[in-house]
């Protein structure tokens, strides 16, 4: 049968475990505004007590108390990785949108100041020369229009080309952060495999991995995967960026200005094999702005800027200016070469070169008045400019939707993430209020055990003295 004294043990082991799970309550009310933090749960097994058959020794069947045998850590990883997917592909539409929007802000279709109208107020002009050829005020006018046209189209490279500079500074720095966080993770992994061999709680430690994962798939899109020693395995473009205790790194490769991105791609790649990663999140988009987005709109602006000069250098080269000069290009290029947004400029600075006829006559309005028209040719300047802007406008809308579709979808994956691994303040609070109960009825129950053992200690035997 069970010992006098086997209460005293079943009390205190109740006592140790509703204290270890009280700390492991307070834990969880000091950490509910920590980003990463998972809640915690003290898991309780009542202890039985030996049932090996013996000749002499035998057990009542009642139990030796409780104990803490786990402090579990309230993680769904399902969720998780659902979780890391739809970051991954948030942060890559999120970026992506604010990139378009920086492209838009460069152009800032509509307004007075923008190139459309700087193209409309240059038509305007050549329609005032039609219209009083023999006047080189009107002319002196169209140039000043004229050249501000090619300012435009100056400006609106040279903000392509240093948004295009600044976003691979972005991807450089982002590789940097990669690299680091790799490391961390790798670490992480070391401290945490050593920790659990020797029986230790690690669930901070694996929070702290979490946080760091999660900004891995933001970043590049990263998946994990865990291992049965408890280390995790990240994974960037199907290949392994973080092997147990290993890492590898990312770096930034090619061109360095958006004029040599053609002949020489912006690329990210491993830093060991020079093998290309298509990462996802932000620097996936960031890969794209520099490789596809910001090329496509400057090689759309280059053939606007040379379709004006050749349209434009096609009717002024055959037409006379009022000093008899004929063959004269309108527009051409800073280098001599083919002309582009980067580097058109007007070619005639005298009022007096500009041809407006097909004759050496000041009355002769026949080129200025083809020329006014070219503002409203199907092949113009003006309708390529509108559908490129047209078009850029509906795949940034397009962008924007996509991500205000999956900021929702994210929302509510964290939702449930949350509602899985978050800290409820008032479910802590009735936990507590669980556990200090329990604790001072433990309290309670060594008292009792306590004023027995007093009772036959001290007081057997004394009857009849």
Request: no cysteine; aromatic share 4%; proline share 2%.
């Amino acid at each position: 049968m069970a010992s006098s004294f086997g209460g005293i043990n079943t009390a205190l082991t109740s006592l140790y475990a509703q204290r270890r799970a009280l700390d492991v309550t307070g834990q969880n009310i000091a950490n509910a505004n920590t980003e990463g933090y998972t809640r915690q749960r003290a898991e309780m097994q009542s202890q039985v007590g030996s049932i090996s058959p013996a000749m002499y020794a035998k057990t009542d069947g009642l139990g030796t108390g409780v104990a803490v045998s786990d402090v579990q850590r309230l993680r769904d990883e399902f969720l998780e990785n659902r979780g890391r997917t739809e970051h991954g592909k948030s942060s890559y539409l999120t970026t992506q949108t604010a990139a378009y929007n920086a492209i838009e802000d460069v152009f800032a279709e509509p307004g007075d100041t923008a190139l459309a109208a700087q193209l409309h107020d240059m038509w305007g002009g050549w329609n005032d020369v039609a219209n009083n050829p023999q006047l080189a005020a009107t002319r002196s006018t169209l140039l000043q229009q004229s050249s501000t046209v090619a300012d435009g189209l100056n400006t609106a490279h040279a903000s392509l080309a240093g948004q295009w500079s600044v976003t691979k500074t972005q991807l450089s720095a982002y590789a940097d952060e990669v690299n680091t966080m790799a490391a961390n993770v790798a670490q992480l992994n070391d401290s945490i495999v050593k920790a659990k061999a020797s029986g230790l709680t690690v669930n901070e430690l694996e929070d702290r991995r979490d946080l760091q994962v999660m900004r891995l798939s933001e970043l590049t899109g990263a998946t994990a995967s865990a291992r049965a020693n408890g280390a995790v395995d990240v994974f960037v473009d199907n290949s392994t960026l973080v092997s147990e205790f290993t890492t590898r790194k990312l770096e930034v490769g090619g061109a360095n200005r958006l004029e040599d991105q053609t002949a020489d791609p912006v690329s990210l790649r491993w830093s060991d094999t020079k093998t290309p990663v298509k990462a996802g999140g932000v620097m996936g988009a960031v890969q794209d702005t520099l490789g596809v987005m910001i090329p496509a709109i400057s090689d759309a602006l280059d053939s606007v800027a040379k379709n004006l000069a050749d349209k434009v250098n096609t009717l002024h080269s055959s037409g006379f200016s009022k000093d008899g000069s004929t063959g004269l290009d309108f527009f051409t290029s800073v280098d001599g070469g083919t002309v582009n947004a980067g580097n058109i400029r007007l070619a005639v600075t005298d009022p007096d070169k500009v041809a407006t006829g097909t004759a050496a006559d000041s009355l002769d309005n026949s080129i200025a008045d083809r020329m006014a028209d070219l503002g409203e040719a199907v092949d113009g300047p003006d309708r390529e400019y509108q559908g490129m802007i047209g078009q850029l406008g509906v795949t940034a809308q397009a962008a924007s939707r996509r991500a205000d579709i999956q900021a929702t979808v994210t929302e509510q994956v964290d939702a449930s993430r949350e509602a899985q691994s978050g800290v409820n303040l008032d479910e802590e609070m009735t936990n507590l209020l669980t556990y200090q109960r329990g604790y001072e009825a433990a309290s309670r129950v060594l008292t009792t055990i306590d004023s027995m053992l007093d009772q036959l200690i001290n007081r057997t035997g004394l009857v009849g003295r």
